[in-house]
């Protein structure tokens, strides 16, 4: 075995949190953010001989993942960000398997962490290389892990593998939607977790996170009102002092109430600091201006395009917005005529009757 006292220490504490089942412990050891990571590899030091440090870890699988995170941490910097991510896959097929023979939640928050690693990474991947491909990838293996968690039906959900299911059925709704495929192609699994929001034993930031992808999705599939009501609850039970997590989440109620001729605000746009353009979308739909409300969407199409809502307010507020202006234009016809005048000629000259309104 080699001689560095930390990686010895990490190996023998991975260890004992697998041999006691200890999840706390092992989702501490197993860490995902960049920060973390980058400590940690700085005080770890790991060599290119890791097999001797890892050859007394009796179980073959443990020995597997233990061994595949080390060179994980170990190449992050030094290999390209697709064979980090094709690292970090490895790592969530091994831990799909060790979970399809666990008993209990313990190993939920170990996944629970990579799985949002695991998202993560897709985005790195298709923001440094402009290839999806590794959301294709991630959402294959958070599909995989979620059948895996969805199967534990006998037992209650807080002591089943079930309390992870909202945490990973909204990470794959949320990477559904990034994916080539059609949404619905690795979507479908993640919306039977919708019968298990009212149930107990979930922890809230899960119901909240969960029903907001949920809403997402539903609102590129153009189910509006189910948007509403997923959005809508996710904004109502986010806590007050998570202000950007509530921001985003107004970001898309703004978009799916517009839909439905509703609009937010400015007191509310203001509490929340929104982008300038949803003063102006606002305003353009309600005075009925449609050039105008097109052109904001355009001047700031990637910003819309980021929220996965251009299309969406391009090509459904129409209707919508031609309603204002022909409300519009009908109130001022019947403005112009209660205020009209009827030339006449008289024998003093010319002459104007004023019609007035009804009963006037």
Not at 2 to 15: E, I
Not at 118 to 140: I, P
Not at 215 to 236: H, M, N
Request: some cysteine; aromatic content about 10%; hydrophobic content about 40%.
């Amino acid at each position: 075995m080699g001689d560095n006292a930390t990686l010895v220490a990490f190996v023998k504490s991975v260890n004992d949190a697998f041999t006691y089942q200890d999840g706390p412990a092992l989702s501490k050891l197993f860490v995902f953010n960049d920060h973390t990571l980058s400590v940690f590899q700085n005080r770890i030091h790991i060599s290119d001989d890791l097999d001797s440090y890892v050859s007394y870890i009796s179980s073959p699988i443990q020995l597997q993942i233990t061994l595949t995170y080390l060179n994980y941490v170990r190449d992050r910097q030094s290999v390209t960000c697709e064979e980090t991510h094709k690292q970090l896959c490895r790592l969530a097929e091994l831990f799909t398997s060790l979970l399809t023979n666990a008993q209990g939640p313990w190993l939920i928050p170990t996944i629970r962490s990579m799985a949002v690693g695991l998202c993560l990474s897709a985005q790195r991947v298709a923001k440094q290389t402009d290839d999806a491909s590794a959301f294709t990838q991630s959402a294959t293996r958070l599909l995989q892990l979620l059948i895996v968690i969805l199967s534990d039906s006998t037992t209650p959900i807080a002591s089943s593998k079930r309390v992870g299911a909202l945490v990973v059925a909204g990470l794959l709704l949320r990477i559904s939607l990034r994916t080539s495929a059609a949404p619905g192609a690795y979507a479908g699994k993640a919306l039977e977790a919708k019968s298990l929001v009212s149930l107990p034993g979930f922890p809230q930031r899960d119901r909240i996170t969960y029903s907001y992808w949920l809403g997402r999705y539903y609102l590129v599939c153009y189910y509006i009102d189910a948007a509403r009501k997923q959005l809508e609850y996710a904004f109502s039970k986010c806590p007050s002092w998570h202000y950007h997590n509530k921001r985003a989440i107004l970001r898309h109620l703004v978009a799916a109430n517009m839909l439905r001729g509703q609009l937010p605000s400015n007191e509310l746009l203001e509490k929340y600091d929104m982008e300038p353009v949803y003063y102006d979308l606002a305003a353009c739909f309600k005075q009925g201006n449609l050039h105008l409300f097109q052109q904001n969407l355009v001047d700031n199409m990637e910003f819309f395009r980021s929220q996965g809502n251009f299309l969406l307010l391009l090509e459904r507020t129409k209707l919508l917005i031609y309603r204002n202006a022909l409300r519009k234009v009908a109130l001022l016809n019947t403005n112009a005529e209660l205020h009209s005048g009827i030339a006449y000629i008289t024998e003093n000259g010319p002459g104007v009757l004023v019609s007035s309104p009804p009963g006037g």
